[in-house]
């Protein structure tokens, strides 16, 4: 699962149930710097288009997750529970998220608002996977950037499957997970990704 950064946000509001309403917001065509280049190789860049992720989306029944930090073990809500709305639009794609009562009382979950509160919960990051291409031919595509902008490689995502939405704290790729793209400026094989945003945090 890889990590990319992109403007965004997240915000915490609290419902007179006594549930919490958790809101975030991915950006779409928003350019992430994935890697400067180091010393001798190139700077790699990274655009999801907008509405790439509508496929699993626009299906309800697609069962989608809220996870923190891309892990199954310690989720916050999902489409099947009933606990994860997703909105889908040409700007970005919004979720709002139910935390129960009930999920309130779970130690990660408590972990996970405490570090929302001292602003260390500072990303969104959506978990996908590129479509094979023999279902869709053009998911993906790396192009030189213009010269006049840079030297960067840009690998722009058209289209992939979206499995769960993170919070996260870290909004930038390691080193190794960089690695495990194909960064030649021509379609590539399906690998399982992820981008991510930074935004501000909100706690009322």
């Known amino acids: 699962m890889l990590c990319g950064g992109h403007e965004g946000g997240l915000e915490l509001r609290k419902r007179a149930s006594g549930a919490l309403a958790l809101h975030g917001r991915f950006p779409y065509n928003k350019r992430a710097v994935l890697s400067d280049g180091g010393r001798t190789g190139r700077p790699r860049k990274e655009v999801i288009a907008p509405r790439a992720f509508s496929y699993r989306v626009e299906r ?27 909105t889908d639009s040409d700007d970005a794609l919004s979720f ?52 006049a902008e840079g030297m ?25 997970q960089i690695e495990e793209r194909n960064w030649k400026p021509e379609p590539q094989a399906q690998v399982f990704l992820s981008s991510q945003t930074r935004g501000a945090l909100k706690w009322r």
């Open 60 to 86: 309800p029944e697609e069962d989608i997750h809220l996870l923190i930090g891309h892990s199954y073990d310690r989720p916050l809500a999902s489409r099947g529970a009933g606990t994860l709305e997703l």
């Open 152 to 176: 960067a490689l840009i690998r722009t995502i058209f289209a992939a499957l979206l499995y769960e939405l993170s919070v996260v704290t870290r909004p930038a790729y390691d080193e190794t």
């Open 96 to 147: 709002a998220a139910t935390i129960t009562d009930e999920m309130q009382e779970v130690s990660y979950v408590r972990d996970f608002l405490a570090a929302m509160r001292a602003g260390l919960i500072i990303g969104i990051s959506p978990g996908f996977r590129i479509p094979p291409e023999r279902a869709v031919p053009n998911a993906e595509k790396v192009e030189e950037e213009d010269p």
